[in-house]
């Protein structure tokens, strides 16, 4: 059962994490999701890796308990990445990042800003550069969703946006999905779970050529941290020349590609666990050690 984080942003609004496990662990990850999902995304990965560490997934603006924004203008990473470091300031630890799609454009934000802080970093389906087809199938369904009868019909419609990205999902799965990214309303109705004003910032198209520099510029400065880089086979955002290309410029980065996966696997396929457990465990392990050196 996770504990409930509530917290109020720099501008106001009521946002929320949830704490999974102990709360007095050594060590800390912290979960960022991406576009339209929520805290909830991450909870097969914790169930899978069953590590005796904290895990806190933040509701970013307008997501899953959080409060929506009046102003659909602020529902871009620079502005998440403030409410984060509010967070932090609450949690008052060192933290492994885990960033989904949008979250690992939050982790490359945040690393510049509390390099401190951040013992590692795991890039889940995301890079410097994406591929503009990825992003127009994403304009395609963002914040266009209708209310759904119940839960079969939610599930029948999150397995028709995302049949390509799981392929070998049977119902059981896409209800679980489901739950995961709807909510129930009072009449018994399901909607996505999310603002649909997400929608109102999100450019479906390739960013220009100076946004990719600085992109990269930024990546590369991510080398001071050790990095873990996971790749759908069959994603649509992510190319795999990209996530070449930023093995290349990361020495200390390993990348795992998931056969037969899409954007963006959910990090609790066992090819992702067989290599991010002990990334963890390392990190936790080097940690521990600069404490005891810290301290003497």
């Not at 389906?125 to 395609?140: A, F, M, T």
């Not at 029948?156 to 392929?167: H, Q």
């Not at 873990?228 to 390993?254: C, N, P, Q, W």
Request: charged content about 25%.
């Amino acid at each position: 059962m996770a504990r409930v984080i509530p917290f109020t942003s720099f501008d106001g609004l009521a946002l929320k994490a949830f704490s999974y496990g102990p709360e007095d662990a050594a060590h800390t990850v912290l979960c960022l999701h991406g576009l339209t999902r929520n805290h909830k995304d991450f909870e097969p990965m914790i169930e899978a890796l069953d590590l005796d560490c904290r895990f806190v997934g933040l509701d970013v603006r307008g997501r899953g308990e959080s409060q929506y924004d009046p102003n659909p203008m602020n529902y871009i990473p620079p502005v998440y990445v403030r409410d984060v470091l509010t967070l932090l300031d609450i949690l008052q630890t060192r933290v492994v990042l885990i960033g989904t799609s949008m979250g690992g454009l939050m982790s490359m934000l945040l690393a510049p800003l509390i390099p401190d802080r951040i013992i590692g970093i795991v890039m889940n389906d995301i890079g410097p550069e994406v591929r503009p087809s990825g992003l127009r199938r994403i304009g395609k369904y963002v914040g266009r969703s209708q209310a759904m009868a119940d839960w079969q019909a939610a599930a029948a419609s999150v397995k028709m946006f995302n049949e390509a990205v799981f392929p070998a999902y049977d119902d059981d799965d896409w209800m679980a999905f489901a739950r995961r990214t709807c909510r129930e309303r009072e009449d018994g109705t399901v909607i996505m779970d999310y603002d649909p004003h997400i929608a109102d910032s999100f450019v479906s198209a390739a960013p220009p050529p100076t946004a990719q520099y600085l992109a990269w510029r930024m990546f590369s400065g991510l080398k001071k941290f050790p990095l873990l880089l996971i790749r759908g086979e069959t994603s649509d955002l992510l190319s795999d020349r990209v996530a070449r290309r930023m093995l290349r410029r990361h020495t200390k980065a390993r990348l795992v590609e998931v056969p037969g996966i899409g954007h963006a696997p959910l990090l609790n396929e066992p090819v992702v666990i067989a290599s991010l457990r002990p990334f963890l465990l390392n990190l936790f392990a080097a940690e521990q050690e600069d404490t005891h050196v810290r301290r003497a």
